[in-house]
């Protein structure tokens, strides 16, 4: 098992770090989901982001646990967002927190457990299954593959798999015609274009192993 520790910190530069993605991806994420949606992903998740980096530094002042943190964190994406992408990454980082509750610090076994957690909030959300064309073919596989191998010795080498494994499920979303959020609509004009949601959400989870690689 490795021997990683995550603390409080960690989780707050994370989420530092997502403000950043979310501001240098505004317009990419935005012209995704002009091509199939509403093109205001990249916005939605700029405006969420902000309130979360904005309150970031008095949230970890008070939040005596990363759970707190996840909650408070996840509550403004939840409030702040308009577009269905809010409630559900929200969900994400509240359901994060839920089992951890009182813990300054989480082993990468624990850490996996959150994620797996915060994935399982979004499809009780969203109801989406694999292939429907939404962020879960990018989240789900991955965390299979996490939930899998959350004992191996090299916490990296596992995340940097796991990363990879979400980015090939965004990729897989191209050829598909959506079963959930507005793309579906589009029918089968929603073909050769790759789900905003998926994309965004392996990059959200790439910050994380940038992250736990400044630790070793
Ligand atoms: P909106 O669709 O309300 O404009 P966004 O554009 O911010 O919200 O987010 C769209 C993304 O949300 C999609 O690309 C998809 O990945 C994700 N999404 C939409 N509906 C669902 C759902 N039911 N389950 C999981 N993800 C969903
Ligand atoms: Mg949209």
């Known amino acids: 098992m490795s021997e990683m520790v995550l603390d409080k910190q960690f989780f707050a530069d994370s989420l530092a770090k997502m403000a950043e993605l979310a501001e240098v991806n505004r317009d990419y994420w935005t012209k995704l989901d002009s091509d199939i949606g509403d093109g205001d992903h990249g916005i939605n998740l700029s405006i969420g982001f902000r309130a979360v980096n904005a309150n970031l530094q008095d949230n970890l002042e008070k939040a005596p646990d990363i759970s707190t943190l996840l909650k408070k964190s996840g509550m403004l994406l939840l409030s702040k967002v308009g577009g269905a992408s809010g409630p559900l990454y929200g969900s994400f980082f509240i359901k994060m927190g839920k089992e951890d509750t009182g813990k300054e610090t989480v082993t990468f076994p624990e850490f996996a ?31 299979e593959y996490l939930e899998a191998h959350k004992n191996d010795e090299d916490a990296i080498a596992v995340m940097e798999e796991t990363v990879a494994i979400m980015k090939q499920g965004a ?23 790759k789900d905003p949601g998926s994309e965004s959400s392996w990059m959200l ?12």
């Open 113 to 143: 457990g959150m994620l797996k957690n915060g994935v399982e909030a979004v499809q009780l959300r969203g109801k989406a299954e694999l292939q429907d064309k939404t962020m879960i073919d990018a989240l789900l596989p991955g965390i």
């Open 171 to 193: 990729e897989s979303t191209i050829p598909l015609v959506a079963k959930k959020g507005r793309a579906m609509r589009l029918g089968e004009r929603a073909v050769g274009h």
């Open 205 to 216: 989870m790439n910050i994380f192993l940038e992250e736990m690689k400044k630790i070793e």
